[in-house]
Nanobody
Framework: QVHLAESGGGLVQAGGSLRLSCATS????????MGWYRQAPGKQRDFVAG???????DYADSVKGRFTISRDNAKETLYLQMNNLKPEDTAVYYC???????????????WGQGTQVTVDS
């Protein structure tokens, strides 16, 4: 029943921008904390940004100051605005329902299928 669908990825040059979207259905979106994660080939899936039901946010050090996570509860959609992109940002980006404990973000059972972001130097 729960479905998450990422979109907005693509190929950009270093210094460029992208806006990712995560459309959701089948969950009580307003009550969920949500997160963005990314995974490069052969590497683990890492936390990028999170937002609580109260719209408190947190970011990985590697993206802080460049990325902005936001949510539209009326549209049940999660966003990630990515500015000043770097080649190291190249990865598949996933959205997920998460739980925040203190400063720790814990993914739940539900993930999107991912959207590819490629940044050329």
């Amino acid at each position: 029943q729960v479905h998450l669908a990422e979109s907005g990825g693509g190929l950009v040059q270093a210094g460029g921008s992208l806006r990712l979207s995560c459309a959701t259905s089948g969950s009580k979106f307003r009550l969920n904390s949500m997160g963005w994660y990314r995974q490069a080939p052969g590497k683990q899936r890492d936390f990028v940004a999170g937002i609580t039901s109260g719209s408190d946010t947190d970011y990985a050090d590697s993206v802080k100051g460049r990325f902005t996570i936001s949510r539209d509860n009326a549209k049940e959609t999660l966003y990630l605005q990515m500015n000043n992109l770097k080649p190291e940002d190249t990865a598949v980006y996933y959205c997920a329902i998460v739980v925040k404990h203190g400063s720790t973000w814990i993914p739940g059972l539900y993930w999107g299928q991912g959207t590819q972001v490629t940044v050329d130097s």
